[in-house]
Every structure is written in structure tokens, then in C-alpha cells.
């Protein structure tokens, strides 16, 4: 089954005291190769809420058909500098899975409830 996870994320004041060009290096250092790895088993979109949210500065749509693949990007971010440095936080995941009830519903019609 198809998962949808969304981040709401927030960066923090230093990595917005962070020049542009820095931010932009540590994101192509630090975030687009680990994106890559991914490609093929994650879709990864990611999104600027700051001027709409007070609560989350950015957050990310990733969809993947094994919630494994989701789990193992999440630790590598983890172990990035982004996460490891406190320039990003994730401060809630949501988690839904795409025609649920359907698959649900075809993979227990007729069993006894």
C-alpha cells in the first residue's frame, strides 16, 4: 500500500542567520545527495509554509509503497548535519496510507467479524 508521510519541520534561528549561499552549500552537501539515494523508492517533495504557519517553517511530502525505505531516509537525515547541528527539527510526522479501506475492504471481504 502507497504511505504518505508530511514533516512539519522547523529551521532554526541560526540556519536562517546563515547566509544564503551557506545554506544552499550545506543543503547540496548535506540533504540533495541523501534525497537522491532515495529517488527511486521515495517521492519527495518539500514545502515553505513560514509565512503561513507560525508553527512550522517547512515541511515535506515523501510517498513511498514500503514505509521501510521512509524509515531508513529518515535515519541517515538523522545523521546528518542538518539534524545532528539543530539547524532543522521535525517537530511532527503524520502518516496515512492511500485507499486504505478499499484494500482493506477487498482483503477481508467475506471473512468473519
Known sequence: MKSTVVLLTTFSRE???LERA??????????HPLVAKYAGRLSIRFLNSLGFDSRYSHMAIIETEEL???YFFIEELRDSLLLAEGYLVI????VGYED???QFDEETAGAAT
Not at 22 to 31: I, P, T, V, Y
Not at 91 to 94: F, S
Open 91 to 94: 517537530n511532527r510526522i503524520i
Open 100 to 102: 486504505g479501506y478499499p
Open 68 to 70: 521501510k525505505d521512509y
Open 22 to 31: 551557506r545554506r544552499s552549500e550545506l543543503e547540496a552537501q548535506h540533504l
Open 15 to 17: 540556519w536562517h542567520a
